[in-house]
């Protein structure tokens, strides 16, 4: 089956900011992404080395702020939902496959190197900047914070700033 | 009044608003096409700018949106989280971001949303996402200078510019409308093809009308608590009759029985206050009427809420603005604070009583008289319990 053609973009964008209002007015406070990715990463260091998660003040610190456990955080939740609600929109759209895109110019091994080293980078530098595109950018366009703006456009003008270096990857 | 957390709903159910907020949230991405990092990347290599759609379209109706339920008092901003601002970690966090954007192709969100309808590299990259997860973690020490420097607290965009809220609305808006407008030309450019219909499209057309509308009905529907205070001031013959009033001599009686169902909700300046402070009082401003945590204090049952001010009017116009908002158990000091001074406090015992009813009312002030000095010198001691304000706690 062909899949289906995407949503329009400015109705896509109209619903979202409808849910981020709506996040809002529920709970007072906006989406995020790699929250999840740390609270994920948290657990993961206290089940395989105890000890030195205990011992490490940065771990210790996100224990007290998480006494019932790395997991039980309101993003790691909202992420458990984002992986049902994009299966279940690819399943509906005929999307779901299994496979590992790449651009035209480059070779699987490049695109395998290039995600996971671009995931770290996203995930070092969304804990430095206090949020990512969800979480910093877009919750904080909402909201107005000056904070969260000046990450958004960090983001995106560094991401211009490299696009020309990396231009093989995908064009 | 928003947001519903914590005392609508609860923590744990707040984790399952999260999971369908989830669902929501990876549906729409995913319908966006956000799944395919072909698509994300578009818009660095100028060839589809969707991602700059969904999210600039997306960033504008959520600052409207709140701004809207803000407007008519449905949602308490000062509860809610607002991004500290870090300067430096921000700007040096958001290179680096940036930087993987263009190396993996995907943000944290997206590789989620693409990991569920089966991206390896999108898998990929949540796995790399982990690991540069530790690296901060473990290298923490190493950071931490960088982490805390430039802190200046969670402004908004629009004080830190210092322009007024409703002009940097404008603005970005405009901003907005002006990127759609381009990228369709770059984009028809790169991809050698006409531009396409951008906003007279079904869509754009929609949009742009419930926009206008929205930001014009701002000027016709004053905020709820201009709403309030418009029709207090006028009203203050027969709205204020339905306040109940109370008399100087049941309120000093009530302060010296020391009834705890009685509590004082001081409208006074904090210099008043403190130079005469009474049992049980609460700091109270006007402002603290439009916000959620204050009012909850008013919501309490089997309490005698007493507005105090200097005088009554002003009590009177808070207790029908209060009452407006649906507060029932409210009652303003007759007189003021004024007539309870002269009436109590410095109770003149020269006075000759003339009737009966006189002698009671001479021999309970002149009671009150010797015994509320030291009542209220007793609650100087018991500071007013000031509530603080909780904001959520948010973030990623």
Known sequence: MTPKPYMNPYLAGVLLGLLLTATVYITGRGLGASGAMKSAAVATVETVAPSHASGTPYYREYQEEHPEGALKNWLVFEVIGVVIGAFLSGLLSNRLSFKLEHGPRTTRNIRIAGAIFGGALFGFGAQLGRGCTSGAALSGMGVLSTGGIITMMAIFGGAYAFAYFFRKLWV | MGPLVPDIIGQNLNYVVALFIGVGFGWILEQAGFSTSKKLVGLFYGYDF?????????????????????HFGMLDINLVYINPTFLWSAIVGGV?????????????????????????????????????????????????????????????????????????????????????????????????????????????????????????????????????????????????????????????????????????????????????????????????????????????????????????????????????????????????????????????????????????????????????????????????????????????
Request: hydrophobic content about 50%; glycine content about 8%; proline content about 5%.
């Open chain 2, 96 to 396: 680096i971001m940036g930087l993987g954007f263009v190396v993996g192709g995907f943000c944290p969100g997206t590789s989620v949303c693409a990991a569920a309808i089966g991206k390896k590299d999108a898998m990929l990259f949540v796995l790399g996402s982990l690991l540069g997860v530790l690296v901060f973690a473990e290298g923490y020490p190493l950071f931490e200078d960088l982490y805390k420097a430039g802190h200046w607290g969670s402004p908004h965009i629009f004080e830190t510019m210092g322009l007024p809220k409703s002009v940097f609305v404008f603005l970005l808006t405009a901003v907005a409308l002006i990127a759609f407008w381009a990228v369709t030309l770059v984009e028809a450019r790169t991809n050698r093809e006409t531009p396409k219909p951008w906003l007279l499209t079904r869509v754009g057309v929609t949009v742009a009308v419930v926009g206008i509308v929205i930001a014009v009905s701002g000027y016709f529907f004053p905020t709820q608590k201009e709403h309030y205070l418009y029709a207090t001031h006028h009203q203050q013959g027969g709205g204020a009759a339905a306040v109940s009033g109370m008399s100087v001599d049941e309120f000093a009686f009530r302060l010296l029985d020391k009834d705890r169902r009685l509590r004082v909700v001081d409208f006074r300046d904090a210099a008043a206050a403190k130079s005469m402070p009474l049992p049980n009082a609460v700091p109270f401003t006007l402002e603290n009427l439009f916000e959620k945590e204050p009012r909850r204090l008013l919501a309490q049952r089997g309490t005698i809420n007493v507005f105090i001010a200097p005088d009554e009017n002003t009590e009177r116009r808070l207790a029908t603005v209060a009452g407006e908002l649906g507060y029932k158990n409210i009652r303003v000091l007759e007189g003021g604070l004024k007539a309870f001074e002269a009436a109590i406090l410095n109770f003149d015992t020269t006075l000759v009583p003339a009737t009966r009813q006189d002698v009671d009312t001479y021999r309970f002030r002149a009671r009150a008289r010797r015994d509320l000095p030291a009542v209220i010198a007793a609650s100087a001691n018991t500071a007013p319990v000031v509530k603080t304000i909780k904001r959520a706690v948010g973030g990623c």
């Open chain 2, 50 to 70: 969707t991602v700059l759609r969904v999210f600039f379209t997306a960033g504008v109706t959520a600052m409207f949106g709140i701004i809207i339920l803000q």
